[in-house]
């Protein structure tokens, strides 16, 4: 191990102590600058804050001074023009007089407009710093004179803009129809206000809104109620006098009158109904070829100059015939579209808080003479039914329909409105579904204690046969509606329930179909008990044949069958058991005949000779064939079976259990020698009784 010289460990420490001292001094001498520099620095800084106070002490008057001079302009500026503001408030009046009393039509609306601002302005500032002065009493008067000009031309242009709607356009809003299409089937829209009228009254509404003059909403509904009710009666004074939407000749019949040929004079208000003139005579075509369908093939009767109802009556003033109810369905429909067309516009001239009121007063009078007119067409409906006219039914359902299918749309536009205006179409339905209720039950009742007519002598289908079922046919085309009526009623419900798998079932079929089920059930029961007032039992028979058949070939001939079958699955089968036995019975009125004719072992030859009495007896026998034969070939001749299958299928039938009796007969007897002029009793051959048979029905039919 080194060991250090201490020598040099004293030099090394000597050295260091050297050079640290002359650091330190050096340190010194450069804090003595920095302190020397500041001092140089502060007095230089003390010098120029000297200066600046000494400058700030002589400018500072003199900016004060300039301020208040400033200030001092523009008071002045301030208060000239607060004067030349306050001096114009004074000649407002007398500067817009002539424009203001002139009205906005002369002067122009956006002036008359800005001088009605100008006054407004004026009269804010009279009422606050001057309201004792005469000029407020000046300027309040000429604003209001001005408020009252511009209610004048509010009206003044809403009349003259304002027109009813004219019938043709009516017509053709209504004659919309998926039944119909023509080439040139176009919807008229509905006249709106000219833009610029519109941007006018527009104007004028806001700013006497803005100035909580109401009153022209209610010039606004009373005129725009009035051009309502105008085109609502426009349209039935066209229809009363001929030249509306309605088939001419259906009143009297449901036969259509054929279209005459147009001319170059024809009138303008049929060309523009042409298409709903087409729409109702096709529904009416219908209607009576279905009627015709159903007598005239099966009666071979034809409905002719008579509606094919029940209990047809005359004409009376209480009859609602089929133009009255088309008439009334599209007044109906046009006062919907008028009802919406009010709606659409009122927007932005009637505030939106407002529009609901206003539109109710424009709506009410129009919609009280439709719900007045409906009660009165149901009253009308309902005495008629009183009588038994049950047409009147056919009249009311189309209307219920109809209404039914308006509802929600008319429910959308009264939406907003009082209880009162929304109840009324109710109101009506109410009305016209009692009313329908009504007519099908005294339906079933009336066909119970039918008396319209007598017997037929010739035994063919009765009167009441045919009226209900081609009223129970023209029921068809309204099946929901009565539907609707129907399931009101507990006892259809009920029904409806026991029908097995209810709920697969149409609810609308099988209400009809059980209501059906209970008119034929009746019809059956009431024609079965006219019948026993027939003395011949051939005629009774042979009428409860032609009814039921006729029944049955309706039935299968239309969709009743397939309604009445969801209740009563047997229907169909039961009415070919009736005809069955109906022609049972029918074979009972031979028995007088067929007793001559019967136990041939009453004669006994011998040798080809006849003793006395068995001469007597076989005369006896042709006699009394004959007499009865011919009788009753009189009397049938004139017994009528309008189907003609039926017809001959019963002549068959007659030949089938006649000539083999007859044969037998005729082979035994007709030879043997029991009168010296056999040709006196032997006057038919079989040949000639199936030609006597062939006769039979011939001249009723």
């Known amino acids: 191990m080194t060991m250090f010289d201490p020598t040099e460990r004293k030099f090394e420490i000597e050295l260091k102590l050297e050079n640290e001292t002359t650091k330190l001094k050096e340190l ?56 030349d503001h306050v001096i114009g408030y004074y000649s407002v009046a007398q500067e817009v007089e002539v424009t203001v009393r002139s009205g906005p039509f002369v002067a122009g609306l956006d002036e008359f407009l800005a001088a009605m601002q100008r006054l407004q302005t004026a009269l804010h500032y009279f009422e606050k710093n001057n309201p004792q002065s005469v000029e407020l009493e000046n300027v309040s008067s000429l604003f209001n004179a001005g408020g009252d000009a511009l209610n004048r031309e509010f009206k003044e242009l809403l009349l003259k803009h304002s027109r ?39 104007l004028m509404a806001d700013w006497l809104v803005a100035q909580g003059r109401d009153e022209f909403m209610n010039v606004y509904a009373r005129i725009r109620a009035t051009v309502l009710l105008k085109s609502l009666h426009q349209l039935r004074e066209q229809q009363r006098s001929g030249s509306g939407g309605s088939v001419q000749g259906v009143a009297a019949s449901p036969v259509v009158r054929p279209k005459k040929e147009g001319t170059k004079h024809e009138n303008p208000g049929k060309r523009a109904s042409h298409r709903m003139k087409q729409m109702f005579e096709k529904k009416s075509k219908k209607m009576f070829l279905k009627a015709s369908q159903t007598l005239e093939s099966s009666t071979g009767l034809t409905l002719g100059a008579r509606r094919a109802t029940l209990h047809l009556v005359e004409a009376r003033e209480d009859v609602v015939d089929e133009q009255e109810m088309e008439n009334y369905l599209v007044c109906v429909m046009a006062l919907q579209r008028l009802m919406q067309h009010e709606r659409t516009l009122m927007t932005g001239i009637i505030p939106l808080q407002h529009q609901h009121q206003v539109f109710q007063i424009i709506i009410q009078e129009a919609l009280d003479t439709i719900v007045e007119d409906g009660q009165n067409i149901a009253t009308r409906a309902k005495r008629c039914i009183g009588r038994h006219d049950f047409g009147a039914v056919l009249v009311v359902f189309p209307i219920l329909k109809q209404l039914l299918n308006m509802r929600p749309e008319f429910e959308r536009t009264v939406e907003g409105c009082d209880f009162k205006i929304r109840s009324q179409f109710t109101n009506i339905l109410n009305t016209l579904h009692l009313t329908g209720a009504k007519a099908l039950e005294d339906f079933i009742e009336n066909v119970r204690s039918d008396t319209s007519s007598g017997l037929p002598k010739d035994g063919t289908v009765h009167e009441l046969t045919s009226n209900v079922l081609v009223f129970a046919e023209q029921l068809l085309e309204y099946m929901d509606t009565i539907a609707g009526v129907l399931g009101q009623d507990p006892a259809y419900n009920n029904a409806y329930l026991q029908i ?202």
């Open 164 to 202: 009813p709607v004219p019938p043709i356009t009516l017509l053709d809003l209504v004659a919309v129809d998926e039944e119909l299409t023509t080439d040139d089937a176009s919807v008229s829209s509905l006249t709106q206000f000219p833009e610029a009228v519109g941007s006018q009254l527009v």
């Open 500 to 701: 097995p798998n209810h709920n697969k079932i149409d609810k609308n079929k099988a209400f009809l179909g059980i209501y059906i089920k209970k008119v034929l059930s009746q019809l059956n029961y009431t024609l079965i008990t006219k019948s026993d007032a027939y003395s011949d039992v051939g005629v009774k028979a042979l009428f409860r044949l032609n009814n039921s058949h006729h029944v049955l070939k309706a039935l299968q001939r239309s969709a009743l069958l397939d309604l009445v079958t969801i209740s009563e699955p047997d229907c169909e089968q039961t009415y070919i058991n009736m005809i069955e036995t109906h022609k049972k019975a029918y074979r009972e009125s031979w028995s007088k005949v067929l007793h001559h004719i019967m136990n041939n072992d009453d004669i006994v030859t011998s040798a080809g000779k006849l003793k006395d009495k068995d001469r007597n007896t076989a005369k006896e026998k042709f006699s009394g064939f004959n007499k009865e034969m011919e009788e009753i070939a009189r009397t049938q001749r004139g017994y009528s079976i309008p189907d003609v299958e039926l017809r001959e299928s019963l002549k068959r039938d007659n030949k089938e259990y006649i000539l083999p009796k007859y044969n037998a007969f005729y082979d035994k007897y007709s030879t043997l020698s029991f009168s010296k002029n056999p040709e006196k009793y032997v006057k038919y051959s079989p040949e000639q009784v199936a030609a006597l048979l062939d006769h039979f029905f011939d001249v009723a039919a």
């Open 28 to 83: 010194k001498e450069n804090v003595e600058r920095s302190s020397n520099l500041t001092k140089g620095i502060t007095g230089i800084l003390s010098s120029f804050e000297q200066r600046l106070a000494r400058l700030e002490e002589t400018i500072l008057p003199v900016y004060n001074e300039t301020g208040n001079l400033q200030r001092s302009q523009q008071n002045i500026e301030r208060t000239l023009a607060a004067l």
